[in-house]
């Protein structure tokens, strides 16, 4: 997870289809709004919990780590 807190994550909200995978994966990152797309909440904490995974699961691959 060393390198998870170097990294932002971002969103590319055109592929996002809201199925909630990385907020279950870092809840403590990523959310789920009412229009059903994932934003990040918390960009600095990919050292509490695995943004590398949470992009690897996105069946759409919208999440973007920089």
Do not use: H, Q, W
Not at 24 to 47: L, M, N, R, S, W
């Amino acid at each position: 997870m060393g390198d998870n807190a170097a990294r932002k994550p971002s969103i590319d909200l055109e592929e996002c289809i809201g199925c909630g995978s990385c907020a279950e994966i870092c809840p403590e990152v990523f959310a789920v709004t009412e229009e059903a797309k994932a934003y990040v909440i918390a960009e600095g904490k990919c050292d509490t919990c695995d943004c590398e995974e949470a992009a690897e699961i996105c069946p759409t691959r919208a999440i973007l780590l920089e």
